[in-house]
Protein backbone atom coordinates (compact mmCIF):
# COMPACT_ATOMS: atom_id res chain seq x y z
CA UNK A 1 0.00 0.00 0.00
CA UNK A 2 0.80 3.85 -0.45
CA UNK A 3 -0.14 6.08 2.94
CA UNK A 4 -0.45 9.68 2.68
CA UNK A 5 -0.29 11.64 5.75
CA UNK A 6 -1.48 15.08 6.07
CA UNK A 7 0.58 17.34 8.68
CA UNK A 8 3.62 18.44 9.91
CA UNK A 9 3.80 17.42 13.67
CA UNK A 10 5.34 15.10 16.18
CA UNK A 11 1.94 13.18 16.05
CA UNK A 12 2.74 12.95 11.96
CA UNK A 13 5.96 12.14 12.71
CA UNK A 14 5.22 9.79 14.77
CA UNK A 15 2.91 7.64 12.53
CA UNK A 16 5.44 8.15 9.76
CA UNK A 17 7.81 6.01 12.12
CA UNK A 18 4.77 3.68 13.10
CA UNK A 19 3.62 2.79 9.94
CA UNK A 20 6.20 2.98 8.07
CA UNK A 21 7.47 -0.28 9.95
CA UNK A 22 4.20 -2.64 8.37
CA UNK A 23 4.90 -4.90 5.65
CA UNK A 24 2.04 -3.97 3.88
CA UNK A 25 3.12 -0.47 3.19
CA UNK A 26 5.73 0.23 0.73
CA UNK A 27 5.90 4.03 0.10
CA UNK A 28 4.52 7.26 2.65
CA UNK A 29 3.90 10.25 1.70
CA UNK A 30 3.85 13.25 4.09
CA UNK A 31 2.10 16.49 3.02
CA UNK A 32 3.73 18.39 4.05
CA UNK A 33 6.17 16.96 6.72
CA UNK A 34 8.54 18.78 8.87
CA UNK A 35 12.70 18.48 8.20
CA UNK A 36 13.33 16.48 11.22
CA UNK A 37 11.48 13.74 9.53
CA UNK A 38 14.40 13.47 7.58
CA UNK A 39 17.08 12.62 10.54
CA UNK A 40 15.14 9.41 10.95
CA UNK A 41 16.56 6.31 11.06
CA UNK A 42 15.13 2.61 9.83
CA UNK A 43 12.17 0.96 7.61
CA UNK A 44 10.18 4.37 7.69
CA UNK A 45 12.99 6.90 6.50
CA UNK A 46 13.41 4.52 3.55
CA UNK A 47 9.95 4.69 2.46
CA UNK A 48 9.47 8.58 3.07
CA UNK A 49 8.58 10.88 0.52
CA UNK A 50 7.99 14.41 0.72
CA UNK A 51 4.74 16.83 -0.61
CA UNK A 52 5.42 20.49 -1.18
CA UNK A 53 2.25 21.69 -3.51
CA UNK A 54 0.01 23.27 -1.58
CA UNK A 55 -2.94 21.88 -0.42
CA UNK A 56 -6.26 22.22 -1.87
CA UNK A 57 -8.68 19.33 -3.51
CA UNK A 58 -7.59 19.72 -6.76
CA UNK A 59 -3.63 18.70 -5.83
CA UNK A 60 -5.42 15.82 -3.97
CA UNK A 61 -6.85 14.61 -6.70
CA UNK A 62 -3.56 14.81 -8.52
CA UNK A 63 -1.67 13.36 -5.39
CA UNK A 64 -3.91 10.39 -4.66
CA UNK A 65 -3.79 9.18 -8.65
CA UNK A 66 -0.12 10.27 -9.47
CA UNK A 67 1.37 8.36 -6.16
CA UNK A 68 -1.46 5.64 -6.54
CA UNK A 69 -2.51 6.25 -2.57
CA UNK A 70 -4.55 3.57 -1.10
CA UNK A 71 -5.21 5.34 2.49
CA UNK A 72 -5.17 8.89 3.54
CA UNK A 73 -4.67 9.61 7.40
CA UNK A 74 -5.28 13.27 8.01
CA UNK A 75 -3.00 14.33 11.20
CA UNK A 76 -3.71 18.02 12.15
CA UNK A 77 -7.72 18.47 12.34
CA UNK A 78 -7.87 21.71 10.14
CA UNK A 79 -7.63 18.86 7.11
CA UNK A 80 -10.76 17.62 8.31
CA UNK A 81 -12.03 20.78 8.92
CA UNK A 82 -11.16 21.78 4.87
CA UNK A 83 -13.30 18.45 4.13
CA UNK A 84 -10.50 16.23 2.88
CA UNK A 85 -12.72 12.94 4.34
CA UNK A 86 -15.57 14.14 1.97
CA UNK A 87 -12.88 15.12 -1.10
CA UNK A 88 -11.33 10.97 -0.62
CA UNK A 89 -15.67 9.84 -0.67
CA UNK A 90 -15.63 11.63 -4.17
CA UNK A 91 -12.21 10.52 -5.16
CA UNK A 92 -13.22 6.83 -4.16
CA UNK A 93 -9.87 6.55 -1.97
CA UNK A 94 -10.02 5.77 1.54
CA UNK A 95 -9.47 8.38 4.17
CA UNK A 96 -9.05 7.71 7.95
CA UNK A 97 -11.40 10.34 8.96
CA UNK A 98 -14.63 11.91 9.40
CA UNK A 99 -16.72 13.53 7.02
CA UNK A 100 -16.55 18.03 7.43
CA UNK A 101 -20.05 17.37 9.11
CA UNK A 102 -19.32 14.19 11.47
CA UNK A 103 -15.87 16.46 12.46
CA UNK A 104 -17.99 18.79 14.32
CA UNK A 105 -17.60 16.92 16.96
CA UNK A 106 -14.18 18.39 18.09
CA UNK A 107 -14.38 21.51 15.65
CA UNK A 108 -17.87 23.00 17.46
CA UNK A 109 -17.21 22.35 21.63
CA UNK A 110 -21.04 23.77 21.78
CA UNK A 111 -22.26 20.99 18.99
CA UNK A 112 -20.11 18.25 21.07
CA UNK A 113 -22.15 18.90 24.20
CA UNK A 114 -25.48 19.05 22.15
CA UNK A 115 -24.56 15.39 21.03
CA UNK A 116 -23.22 14.28 24.46
CA UNK A 117 -26.79 15.77 26.19
CA UNK A 118 -29.56 14.23 23.25
CA UNK A 119 -26.93 10.76 23.56
CA UNK A 120 -27.60 10.66 27.50
CA UNK A 121 -23.72 10.59 28.14
CA UNK A 122 -22.72 12.03 31.36
CA UNK A 123 -20.72 15.36 30.99
CA UNK A 124 -20.52 18.70 32.94
CA UNK A 125 -22.99 21.11 33.49
CA UNK A 126 -23.03 24.02 30.84
CA UNK A 127 -24.63 27.09 29.81
CA UNK A 128 -23.42 29.32 26.44
CA UNK A 129 -22.06 32.45 27.15
CA UNK A 130 -22.07 33.38 23.67
CA UNK A 131 -24.68 35.74 23.45
CA UNK A 132 -23.94 37.57 26.77
CA UNK A 133 -20.19 37.90 25.58
CA UNK A 134 -20.58 39.56 22.38
CA UNK A 135 -23.53 41.86 24.14
CA UNK A 136 -23.10 42.60 27.63
CA UNK A 137 -20.58 40.98 29.69
CA UNK A 138 -21.98 41.67 32.85
CA UNK A 139 -24.41 38.96 31.84
CA UNK A 140 -21.96 36.61 31.70
CA UNK A 141 -20.16 37.35 35.00
CA UNK A 142 -23.45 36.75 36.60
CA UNK A 143 -23.66 33.17 35.00
CA UNK A 144 -20.28 32.31 35.88
CA UNK A 145 -21.85 33.16 39.47
CA UNK A 146 -23.57 30.00 39.39
CA UNK A 147 -20.51 27.28 39.02
CA UNK A 148 -18.25 26.85 41.64
CA UNK A 149 -15.15 26.06 39.63
CA UNK A 150 -15.65 27.67 36.26
CA UNK A 151 -13.91 26.36 32.94
CA UNK A 152 -14.10 28.37 30.05
CA UNK A 153 -14.31 27.00 27.11
CA UNK A 154 -13.99 28.50 23.63
CA UNK A 155 -16.24 26.57 21.00
CA UNK A 156 -14.48 26.77 17.65
CA UNK A 157 -10.54 25.52 16.82
CA UNK A 158 -8.58 26.94 19.57
CA UNK A 159 -5.08 24.99 18.58
CA UNK A 160 -5.42 22.94 22.07
CA UNK A 161 -5.30 27.05 23.95
CA UNK A 162 -8.91 27.35 24.43
CA UNK A 163 -9.36 26.05 27.57
CA UNK A 164 -9.37 27.75 30.97
CA UNK A 165 -9.77 26.09 34.17
CA UNK A 166 -10.39 28.22 36.92
CA UNK A 167 -10.71 27.69 40.96
CA UNK A 168 -13.34 30.55 41.12
CA UNK A 169 -15.89 32.93 39.80
CA UNK A 170 -13.28 35.73 40.10
CA UNK A 171 -10.94 33.72 38.00
CA UNK A 172 -13.32 32.93 35.42
CA UNK A 173 -14.07 36.85 35.10
CA UNK A 174 -10.44 37.37 35.00
CA UNK A 175 -10.17 35.18 32.23
CA UNK A 176 -13.29 36.37 30.25
CA UNK A 177 -11.87 39.54 30.05
CA UNK A 178 -8.80 38.50 28.78
CA UNK A 179 -9.94 36.64 25.66
CA UNK A 180 -12.52 39.96 25.14
CA UNK A 181 -9.08 42.08 25.17
CA UNK A 182 -7.43 39.45 23.05
CA UNK A 183 -9.77 37.59 20.89
CA UNK A 184 -8.59 34.50 20.49
CA UNK A 185 -9.11 31.84 17.67
CA UNK A 186 -12.11 29.94 17.77
CA UNK A 187 -14.11 32.49 19.23
CA UNK A 188 -16.11 33.23 16.33
CA UNK A 189 -18.03 30.30 16.99
CA UNK A 190 -19.04 30.85 20.66
CA UNK A 191 -18.02 30.67 24.33
CA UNK A 192 -19.33 28.85 27.20
CA UNK A 193 -18.55 27.94 30.62
CA UNK A 194 -19.29 24.23 32.29
CA UNK A 195 -18.54 23.26 35.90
CA UNK A 196 -15.18 22.08 36.60
CA UNK A 197 -14.60 18.18 37.22
CA UNK A 198 -12.41 16.78 39.80
CA UNK A 199 -10.35 13.66 39.45
CA UNK A 200 -8.26 11.62 36.93
CA UNK A 201 -8.14 12.59 33.76
CA UNK A 202 -7.81 9.85 30.74
CA UNK A 203 -7.78 9.85 26.79
CA UNK A 204 -9.30 6.15 25.27
CA UNK A 205 -8.63 6.25 21.09
CA UNK A 206 -10.62 3.91 18.62
CA UNK A 207 -10.40 3.85 15.37
CA UNK A 208 -13.95 3.76 14.23
CA UNK A 209 -15.90 3.31 11.18
CA UNK A 210 -19.70 3.37 11.75
CA UNK A 211 -20.73 1.15 14.89
CA UNK A 212 -17.24 -0.88 14.09
CA UNK A 213 -14.24 -0.06 16.27
CA UNK A 214 -10.66 -0.80 17.04
CA UNK A 215 -8.99 -0.08 20.38
CA UNK A 216 -5.91 1.79 20.22
CA UNK A 217 -4.89 2.23 23.39
CA UNK A 218 -5.33 4.89 26.50
CA UNK A 219 -3.15 7.63 27.33
CA UNK A 220 -2.52 10.41 29.86
CA UNK A 221 -1.92 13.81 28.77
CA UNK A 222 -0.23 16.66 30.53
CA UNK A 223 -1.96 19.63 29.48
CA UNK A 224 -0.93 22.26 31.60
CA UNK A 225 2.95 24.10 30.63
CA UNK A 226 4.17 23.69 34.15
CA UNK A 227 4.63 21.08 36.90
CA UNK A 228 2.30 19.64 38.91
CA UNK A 229 -0.50 20.64 36.80
CA UNK A 230 0.00 24.82 36.84
CA UNK A 231 0.56 27.77 34.78
CA UNK A 232 -1.36 28.06 31.16
CA UNK A 233 -2.96 24.73 29.28
CA UNK A 234 -1.12 23.63 25.95
CA UNK A 235 -1.69 22.13 23.41
CA UNK A 236 -0.03 18.90 25.78
CA UNK A 237 3.40 18.61 27.48
CA UNK A 238 3.96 14.71 27.54
CA UNK A 239 2.02 12.30 27.85
CA UNK A 240 1.70 8.60 29.63
CA UNK A 241 0.50 4.88 28.22
CA UNK A 242 -0.92 2.84 29.15
CA UNK A 243 -3.16 4.39 32.49
CA UNK A 244 -2.46 1.87 35.47
CA UNK A 245 -6.02 2.35 36.86
CA UNK A 246 -8.03 1.70 33.47
CA UNK A 247 -8.13 -1.68 33.46
CA UNK A 248 -10.56 -3.74 30.99
CA UNK A 249 -13.45 -4.07 33.07
CA UNK A 250 -13.10 0.10 33.02
CA UNK A 251 -12.76 0.03 29.51
CA UNK A 252 -15.29 -2.23 28.68
CA UNK A 253 -17.75 0.07 30.57
CA UNK A 254 -16.42 3.43 28.40
CA UNK A 255 -17.08 1.50 25.32
CA UNK A 256 -20.83 1.22 26.38
CA UNK A 257 -21.21 4.51 28.27
CA UNK A 258 -19.67 7.00 25.67
CA UNK A 259 -18.28 5.20 22.55
CA UNK A 260 -21.60 3.20 21.58
CA UNK A 261 -24.14 6.13 22.28
CA UNK A 262 -21.60 8.60 20.44
CA UNK A 263 -21.70 6.29 17.71
CA UNK A 264 -25.59 5.49 17.68
CA UNK A 265 -26.24 9.30 17.95
CA UNK A 266 -24.13 10.36 14.85
CA UNK A 267 -25.79 7.82 12.88
CA UNK A 268 -29.23 8.80 13.72
CA UNK A 269 -28.23 12.60 12.89
CA UNK A 270 -27.33 11.50 9.63
CA UNK A 271 -23.60 11.79 9.74
CA UNK A 272 -21.97 8.18 10.47
CA UNK A 273 -18.22 8.91 11.82
CA UNK A 274 -15.37 7.20 10.28
CA UNK A 275 -12.04 7.62 11.74
CA UNK A 276 -10.22 8.21 14.82
CA UNK A 277 -12.60 9.38 17.90
CA UNK A 278 -10.49 9.93 20.52
CA UNK A 279 -12.77 10.48 24.18
CA UNK A 280 -11.58 12.81 27.02
CA UNK A 281 -13.22 11.50 30.32
CA UNK A 282 -12.59 12.63 33.82
CA UNK A 283 -12.82 9.70 36.35
CA UNK A 284 -13.85 10.35 40.07
CA UNK A 285 -13.98 6.95 41.86
CA UNK A 286 -16.21 5.53 40.15
CA UNK A 287 -18.49 8.36 38.15
CA UNK A 288 -16.84 8.90 34.86
CA UNK A 289 -17.92 11.57 32.88
CA UNK A 290 -16.90 12.77 28.94
CA UNK A 291 -15.03 15.99 29.04
CA UNK A 292 -14.17 16.22 25.04
CA UNK A 293 -14.45 14.49 21.93
CA UNK A 294 -11.26 14.87 19.26
CA UNK A 295 -11.82 13.13 15.60
CA UNK A 296 -8.18 12.61 14.95
CA UNK A 297 -5.06 11.20 16.66
CA UNK A 298 -3.68 13.20 19.63
CA UNK A 299 -0.81 14.84 19.94
CA UNK A 300 1.24 14.28 22.37
CA UNK A 301 -0.53 11.28 22.77
CA UNK A 302 0.03 8.98 19.63
CA UNK A 303 3.74 9.22 20.33
CA UNK A 304 3.16 7.51 23.41
CA UNK A 305 0.44 5.03 22.14
CA UNK A 306 2.00 3.74 18.74
CA UNK A 307 4.77 2.15 19.93
CA UNK A 308 2.88 -0.13 21.87
CA UNK A 309 0.83 -1.69 19.14
CA UNK A 310 2.04 -4.50 17.62
CA UNK A 311 1.20 -5.92 13.98
CA UNK A 312 0.31 -4.68 10.77
CA UNK A 313 -1.59 -1.32 11.94
CA UNK A 314 -1.91 0.12 8.08
CA UNK A 315 -3.62 -3.01 7.09
CA UNK A 316 -5.78 -2.74 9.95
CA UNK A 317 -6.64 0.84 9.78
CA UNK A 318 -7.01 0.42 6.11
CA UNK A 319 -9.59 -2.80 6.27
CA UNK A 320 -11.64 -0.53 8.97
CA UNK A 321 -12.17 2.32 6.79
CA UNK A 322 -12.97 -0.41 3.75
CA UNK A 323 -15.53 -1.41 5.49
CA UNK A 324 -14.07 -5.30 6.43
CA UNK A 325 -13.29 -6.55 10.26
CA UNK A 326 -10.67 -4.81 12.23
CA UNK A 327 -8.07 -6.75 12.79
CA UNK A 328 -4.77 -7.77 13.63
CA UNK A 329 -3.46 -6.03 16.03
CA UNK A 330 -2.30 -6.31 19.54
CA UNK A 331 -1.21 -4.03 22.30
CA UNK A 332 2.54 -4.55 24.47
CA UNK A 333 2.79 -5.18 27.76
CA UNK A 334 4.77 -2.08 28.53
CA UNK A 335 4.29 1.38 29.33
CA UNK A 336 5.64 4.17 27.15
CA UNK A 337 6.41 7.84 28.38
CA UNK A 338 6.64 11.05 25.90
CA UNK A 339 8.31 13.94 26.84
CA UNK A 340 8.07 17.39 25.04
CA UNK A 341 10.65 20.19 24.55
CA UNK A 342 9.10 23.69 24.07
CA UNK A 343 10.44 26.59 22.88
CA UNK A 344 10.34 30.02 25.23
CA UNK A 345 7.82 31.80 25.15
CA UNK A 346 5.13 28.45 24.52
CA UNK A 347 2.29 28.46 24.44
CA UNK A 348 1.99 32.44 22.97
CA UNK A 349 -1.28 33.47 25.13
CA UNK A 350 -2.57 37.06 25.09
CA UNK A 351 0.19 38.69 22.95
CA UNK A 352 3.98 36.38 24.50
CA UNK A 353 5.98 35.93 21.49
CA UNK A 354 7.35 32.36 20.79
CA UNK A 355 11.16 32.00 20.36
CA UNK A 356 12.61 30.83 17.20
CA UNK A 357 15.40 29.93 15.23
CA UNK A 358 17.53 28.19 17.83
CA UNK A 359 19.94 25.66 16.82
CA UNK A 360 19.02 21.98 17.84
CA UNK A 361 21.76 20.10 19.16
CA UNK A 362 21.99 16.57 19.21
CA UNK A 363 24.23 13.99 20.89
CA UNK A 364 21.65 10.76 19.85
CA UNK A 365 22.87 7.60 20.83
CA UNK A 366 20.58 5.46 19.12
CA UNK A 367 18.65 2.35 21.14
CA UNK A 368 15.96 0.10 20.54
CA UNK A 369 13.63 1.29 23.28
CA UNK A 370 13.45 5.20 21.97
CA UNK A 371 12.24 7.32 19.50
CA UNK A 372 12.15 10.93 18.77
CA UNK A 373 9.70 12.89 17.27
CA UNK A 374 10.35 16.36 15.31
CA UNK A 375 7.32 19.31 15.33
CA UNK A 376 8.25 22.51 15.33
CA UNK A 377 11.33 22.73 13.17
CA UNK A 378 13.30 23.93 10.00
CA UNK A 379 16.76 23.32 8.09
CA UNK A 380 19.31 25.75 7.53
CA UNK A 381 21.99 24.54 5.79
CA UNK A 382 23.30 21.33 7.91
CA UNK A 383 21.29 22.84 11.23
CA UNK A 384 18.28 21.95 12.41
CA UNK A 385 16.50 25.53 14.41
CA UNK A 386 13.46 25.69 15.50
CA UNK A 387 10.24 26.88 14.47
CA UNK A 388 7.56 26.63 16.50
CA UNK A 389 6.03 26.24 20.01
CA UNK A 390 6.57 22.60 20.65
CA UNK A 391 10.02 21.31 18.91
CA UNK A 392 10.63 18.23 19.56
CA UNK A 393 10.15 14.61 21.44
CA UNK A 394 11.03 11.55 23.08
CA UNK A 395 9.44 8.48 23.51
CA UNK A 396 10.52 5.36 25.34
CA UNK A 397 9.19 2.10 26.15
CA UNK A 398 10.01 -0.64 29.02
CA UNK A 399 8.53 -2.74 31.23
CA UNK A 400 6.87 -0.53 33.36
CA UNK A 401 6.38 3.15 34.24
CA UNK A 402 9.40 4.06 36.54
CA UNK A 403 11.72 2.49 33.81
CA UNK A 404 10.05 4.17 30.82
CA UNK A 405 10.00 7.29 32.91
CA UNK A 406 13.78 7.07 33.78
CA UNK A 407 14.59 6.01 30.35
CA UNK A 408 12.63 9.22 28.78
CA UNK A 409 14.18 12.13 31.08
CA UNK A 410 17.88 10.48 30.14
CA UNK A 411 17.43 10.33 26.72
CA UNK A 412 15.34 13.88 26.32
CA UNK A 413 19.11 15.64 27.37
CA UNK A 414 20.49 14.19 23.49
CA UNK A 415 18.76 16.90 22.02
CA UNK A 416 18.84 20.69 23.03
CA UNK A 417 18.65 24.17 22.24
CA UNK A 418 18.15 27.62 23.77
CA UNK A 419 15.32 28.92 26.17
CA UNK A 420 14.35 25.02 25.76
CA UNK A 421 11.40 24.27 28.06
CA UNK A 422 9.64 21.00 29.77
CA UNK A 423 7.84 19.50 32.32
CA UNK A 424 9.90 17.21 35.24
CA UNK A 425 6.99 15.09 36.41
CA UNK A 426 5.30 13.85 32.78
CA UNK A 427 3.90 10.14 33.68
CA UNK A 428 5.01 10.91 37.74
CA UNK A 429 1.15 10.55 39.06
CA UNK A 430 -1.93 9.03 37.35
Not at 11 to 34: C, K, M, T, Y
Not at 64 to 75: E, R, S
Not at 369 to 396: I, N, P, S, W
Request: include cysteine; aromatic fraction near 10%.
Amino acid sequence: MNLLILGSGGREHALLWRLGQDQSVSQIFVWPGNAGMEFMNGPAREKLAFLELSFSKQNLKYILNDKKIDLVIPGAEKFLYDGVADWCAEFQVACLGPTRAAAQLEESKLFSKNVMTEAGIPTARYRDLTRAFREDIEMAFEVLKSFKKPVIKISGPALGKGVFVCDSVAEGVAALQQIKRNPMAGIDQGIFVEEGLTGKEVSLFYACHGDQFLFLGAAQDHKRLLDYDRGPNTGGMGAISPVSWADQSFLDTATEKFLLPTLREMKAKGTPFTGILFLGLMVDGAESNLLEYNVRFGDPETQAILPLIEGDLSLALYELCREGKPAGITLKDEVAVHIVKAAKGYPGLFGEIVEKGQIIQSQIIDDTHTQFFYAGVRKEGEDLLTDGGRVLGVTTWEKNRDLARAHAYKKIQELSFSGEHFRKDIGAKE
